[in-house]
């Protein structure tokens, strides 16, 4: 009979023996034998066969209650022996490796998954201590730890929060878990049961996906920098090849300009031709300083910067407040975090005259603590947590992809007066790309 069918058996039987009328009718069975037994005692002498009959109904009953209490007894043994298999069902069905130690931290009980987990079976592992699948430098530790929880009274908790956690198969092979633990018991009979999971997979996958985020972010920045290189090689072409063609041919157009005077369309239109070269030239600069203006290679961050915002404040109807502060250390800063705050402070202003319909709008550069640092405040519409996340938008997560890979942070939100503050921070000589 399995434990199943024990189960329907017991709760059919002892549900009949407490039906109200089976109850009712065997308090009334009682009371009329009680009745009986006083009468049989008062006038027992007179009626032999009275005496007689009591006597015999006394043992029917005695003997029914025996025999009722002992079946009572021998259920009770088969409900608790059905919950046992029960649990240990439940027990041996579980994913996680399960194991119960007692106070000498000898294994009582490991479950299937334990068996699968550490390679050990189960009879094996019965009796032996716990210590056989705990790599030999943590069990000094892992036995205090054991011992230290049992005095505190709690009742769970998780292992490791902070460190991983290390077991050992039977074959000697170290692996790392994650793992709980629950103390159940008194003093005597006391027992702390390990739940616990094998995370190797897991691990693996994470560290291959941590490896992999590495190389797309060595790779991001590495495109980034092939660009910059890029740009600055254009602007520097477009600067002095063609900067210099143009000045000698403005020179031979005024040269003609002079020859010509007597003519006056020849010379209407070599007055023509020079304002025209005029406007290429200044076209020329402002393309080349676009792409990058050759000042932060030549004169630094902080000349590149303040040029920045005055060109903006120039083009745009927003009045800029440029601010340097600090102790002129940002002479030292490496070519990388010069490049990168200034992308940081050119997209920022892009997008005060995008997005923010701002009046005014602040630039503090300059180094605080170890840290170079830029704050560009406005004082337009404000920015929402919805707007940073945007998925078309590149302009901040670029910035902060470019700052966070130098080592630096990044913090973009509302500013205390209304409209948006971006804050940079970087260390002044990180390198490009890391070893
Ligand atoms: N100074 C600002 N004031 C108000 N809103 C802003 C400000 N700066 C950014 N935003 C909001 O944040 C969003 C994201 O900005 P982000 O620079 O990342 O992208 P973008 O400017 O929209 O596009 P791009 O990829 O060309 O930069 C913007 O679309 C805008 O709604
Ligand atoms: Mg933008």
């Not at 130690?101 to 334990?114: E, G, P, T």
């Not at 068996?115 to 430098?137: M, N, T």
């Not at 739940?195 to 920045?221: G, P, V």
């Not at 890029?230 to 020179?251: F, N, P, Y």
Request: net charge neutral; glycine share 8%; aromatic share 4%.
């Amino acid at each position: 009979m399995d434990a199943g069918d024990r189960r329907g058996l017991i709760s059919v039987n002892r549900g009949l023996l407490r039906h109200p009328a089976v109850v009712g009718a065997g308090s009334a069975a009682l009371v009329a034998l009680l009745i009986l037994n006083a009468v049989a005692f008062m006038r027992g002498l007179e009626s032999p066969w009275l005496l007689g009959s009591v006597i015999v109904a006394d043992m029917v009953v005695i003997g029914v209650g025996v025999l009722i209490a002992a079946r009572e007894v021998l259920v009770a043994g088969d409900r608790v022996e059905a919950t046992q298999a029960h649990l240990e069902a439940i027990v041996d069905s579980a994913m996680d490796a399960i194991i119960t130690v007692d106070v000498s931290q000898k294994i009582v009980l490991f479950n299937r998954a334990a068996e699968q987990v550490f390679q050990c079976r189960r009879d094996e592992a019965i009796g032996s201590a716990l210590d056989r699948f705990i790599p030999q430098r943590f069990r000094g530790a892992h036995r205090g730890h054991i011992e230290h929880f049992g005095k505190t009274g709690v009742t769970s908790r998780r292992m490791g929060d902070v460190t991983t956690l290390w077991a050992l198969r039977a074959g000697g092979q170290e692996f790392p878990i994650e793992a709980s633990i629950s103390q159940a018991g008194e003093a005597g009979e006391h027992f702390y049961t390990v739940i616990l999971r094998d995370i190797t997979i897991r691990r693996q996958r994470e560290d291959e996906l941590k490896r992999r985020e590495q190389e797309l972010r060595d790779l991001s920045a590495r495109v980034l920098e092939a660009r910059e290189e890029e740009k600055t090689l254009i602007a520097r072409e477009l600067h002095d090849e063609l900067g210099q063609l143009l000045t000698a041919l403005k020179m031979d157009v005024s040269w003609l300009r002079e020859r010509v005077v007597a003519d006056a369309e020849l010379s209407k239109k070599a007055v023509e031709m020079n304002a025209m070269l005029d406007e290429t030239v200044s076209a020329t600069r402002r393309i080349s300083a676009n792409l990058r203006p050759l000042m932060l290679d030549d004169l630094g961050l902080a000349d590149a910067a303040a040029w920045l915002v005055e060109e903006f404040g120039k083009r745009s109807s927003i009045r800029c407040t440029y601010k340097e502060f600090g102790d002129g250390a940002l002479d030292n800063v490496s070519k990388p975090v010069a490049t990168t705050m200034y992308r940081a402070l050119q997209e920022s202003l892009t997008n005060i005259g995008r997005h923010s319909a701002a009046k005014n709008a602040w630039v503090m550069l300059g180094v605080e603590g170890n840290m170079v640092s830029l704050e560009v405040e406005d004082d337009g519409r404000g920015i929402s947590p919805e707007d940073i996340a945007k998925a078309r938008s590149l302009g901040l997560k670029g910035m902060r992809e470019r700052i966070t890979y130098l080592g630096g942070s990044f913090e973009v939100g509302r500013a205390a007066r209304g409209g948006t503050r971006v804050h940079v921070k970087v260390p002044p000589g990180a390198a490009a790309v890391h070893a």
